[in-house]
């Protein structure tokens, strides 16, 4: 039964292997993504910050008054980039070939990696290639500077928020795959609270933005099914 879209499947499947524990990894997976000190981007993601630092998630996602909406996504997708590059880059020892030879979030769910590009026709492959070949292709997006202007002026393409729907959709497969498949090592390693409000910033801004883009869906609800049961769980006493 498939639940997602041709650029990248979802299978459901009936097994999975947990991953195995190995030793702690520091380092970064991938270069972290810098917005330009002094644009209007910048000053943007210091509000969110300084927002997010009294506690309030709901009110650190919500759109400043007389701030541009596409502006307000490039800069939490790229903040979330960010962030999801430093969880999974602290447990990829324990996210090896081995360990996790296909991509999955639990016993029902399994990404085939595409990107209409490069590899048109969804493959299958381990957890950290497809991760590998995402948060690259991610990067790629928020590089371009005809996708993500970063020059005050410069307008965003028509087809941003489109873009920004599949960034986001994907960064969430690899929130489902480290609760799935390595939730025990985080809790080795003392990062679960750092996890859970990672991604319950991450639910909230989704969850927002869904409600003021009339008619458009950050992420398809379907497509949160892996971790429905933790959304509900995380979000039940903010609302």
Not at 15 to 21: E, F, N, P, Q
Not at 104 to 128: F, L, M, Q, R, V
Not at 177 to 183: D, P, S
Not at 186 to 214: D, G, P, R
């Amino acid at each position: 039964m498939s639940l997602g879209v041709k650029d990248n499947v979802i299978f459901e499947r009936h097994d999975l292997k947990m991953g195995r524990s190995g030793s702690r990894s520091s380092k970064t997976f991938k270069p972290k993504k810098n917005i330009p000190e002094g644009s209007h981007q910048y000053e943007l993601l210091k509000h969110a910050e300084a927002t997010l630092g009294s506690g309030n998630l709901r009110m650190a996602v919500m759109l400043p008054d007389g701030e541009d909406l596409n502006e307000w996504v490039a800069v939490n997708t790229v903040d979330f980039f960010n962030q999801i590059n430093m969880l999974y880059g602290t447990i990829t020892d324990f996210c090896t070939e081995e360990s996790c030879p296909l991509m999955s979030a639990g016993p029902k769910y399994e990404y085939h990696w595409a990107d209409g590009t490069n590899i048109k026709k969804p493959i299958k492959c381990s957890a950290p290639k497809y991760i590998d070949y995402l948060m690259t292709w991610v990067q790629d997006q928020l590089d371009d500077e005809t996708l993500f202007p970063s020059k005050i002026g410069v307008p965003f393409p028509k087809n941003f928020m489109s873009v920004a729907k599949t960034i986001l959709k994907r960064l969430f497969r690899v929130y489902a795959h480290i609760y799935h498949q390595h939730f025990d090592s985080v809790i080795q390693l003392q990062e679960e609270a750092h996890l859970n409000t990672s991604f319950k910033h991450f639910i909230f801004f989704v969850q927002v933005c869904t409600c003021v883009i009339e008619e458009f869906n950050l992420i398809d609800r379907k497509e949160l099914a892996p971790l429905q049961e933790l959304i509900e769980k995380l979000t039940s006493k903010d609302r």
